[in-house]
């Protein structure tokens, strides 16, 4: 997996005023969540919101952390109510009404095997203060299902290291009905005798980010087919790991940590950039 929502006025404000590394490309909150042990993005529907990952430089700690923006600055973070520190909860994603949020994590379940250490996908109510995670049991396995994201008509995204994929981690669709999932597919024509992972869809579901080998593709959806990826030059370095990409809420603007890894463990604090999405070369979403 590694290189292994109308947004308010004081949330845009905030977006303009992140540090500019070039004409496209801004740091996301330096000094606050930038530049420390972190990776990915998840917004409220507001934009007030932002949940993220806080992990070590060892990656054995990783928990998801919320952050909220208040007159035009993020706050100090906090460690999220759900995501107490004890097992490690990674990639939270808000759906696209807000309501809910989804993450992956290797705490005990019900019915889940105790000794088990892989990740499976959770969602949780955020209109209630008091719900706890439920399993996403139509997409989850004894394998990892890690960085699910969901189109706003709910069709589900993820990677996982199951049996009989194209390589080591493949991309997995589950489709939405009106009573629950379609049966998991592999997305073939996207995946390879490498490792793909990290998969981020666009709102309305025409565009497929993801990372293979620590480089950022694209993938357009026309007329149902996904079309053969493109590497996303204008955020891919060749020293350095990008990954964990996200939308905001209405698609325009993209989401990335970029990092260092040396021997499986982190060597440079994540910074989290933010770029327009028609500065990607693959035409808006």
């Given at each position: 997996?590694?290189?292994?929502?109308?947004?308010?006025?004081?949330?845009?404000?905030?977006?303009?005023?992140?540090?500019?590394?070039?004409?496209?490309?801004?740091?996301?909150?330096?000094?606050?969540?930038?530049?420390?042990?972190?990776?990915?993005?998840?917004?409220?529907?507001?934009?007030?919101?932002?949940?993220?990952?806080?992990?070590?430089?060892?990656?054995?700690?990783?928990?998801?952390?919320?952050?909220?923006l208040a007159k035009g600055s993020w706050s100090e973070p906090t460690a999220a109510s759900f995501s107490p520190g004890t097992f490690r909860?990674?990639?939270?994603?808000?759906?696209?009404?807000?309501?809910?949020?989804?993450?992956?994590?290797?705490?005990?379940?019900?019915?889940?095997?105790?000794?088990?250490?892989?990740?499976?996908a959770y969602i949780l109510d955020l209109s209630n203060q008091t719900s706890l995670p439920v399993a996403l049991a139509a997409i989850n396995t004894d394998a990892n299902e890690v960085f699910v994201s969901s189109s706003a008509n709910g069709d589900l995204y993820f990677s996982s290291d199951r049996t009989g994929g194209e390589g080591s981690n493949d991309l997995y669709w589950a489709k939405k009905t009106g009573s629950g999932y379609e049966k998991v597919a592999n997305l073939k024509t996207l995946n390879t005798p490498a490792s793909e992972?990290?998969?981020?869809?666009?709102?309305?579901?025409?565009?497929?980010?993801?990372?293979?080998?620590?480089?950022?593709?694209?993938?357009?959806?026309?007329?149902?087919?996904?079309?053969?990826?493109?590497?996303?030059?204008?955020?891919?370095?060749?020293?350095?790991?990008?990954?964990?990409p996200a939308f905001s809420g209405d698609g325009r603007t993209l989401y990335f940590t970029r990092t260092v890894f040396k021997d499986g463990k982190r060597v440079k604090p994540g910074t989290i950039y933010q770029i327009q999405v028609e500065e990607l070369g693959l035409g808006g979403t």
């Open positions: 997996m590694l290189k292994t929502v109308g947004f308010s006025i004081l949330f845009l404000a905030a977006l303009f005023s992140a540090t500019q590394i070039s004409p496209s490309l801004h740091v996301f909150a330096p000094g606050v969540i930038s530049g420390r042990d972190v990776f990915g993005t998840a917004f409220s529907k507001d934009g007030n919101t932002v949940y993220f990952c806080e992990t070590d430089k060892d990656i054995k700690h990783i928990q998801i952390m919320v952050s909220h909860d990674i990639d939270p994603f808000v759906t696209a009404d807000g309501g809910h949020l989804i993450f992956e994590s290797n705490r005990p379940a019900p019915g889940r095997d105790p000794s088990r250490t892989d990740f499976d992972g990290n998969p981020a869809i666009a709102p309305n579901g025409h565009l497929l980010v993801f990372v293979r080998d620590g480089d950022l593709y694209g993938s357009r959806n026309v007329s149902g087919e996904w079309q053969s990826p493109q590497k996303l030059p204008r955020v891919n370095t060749l020293d350095e790991t990008e990954y964990a």
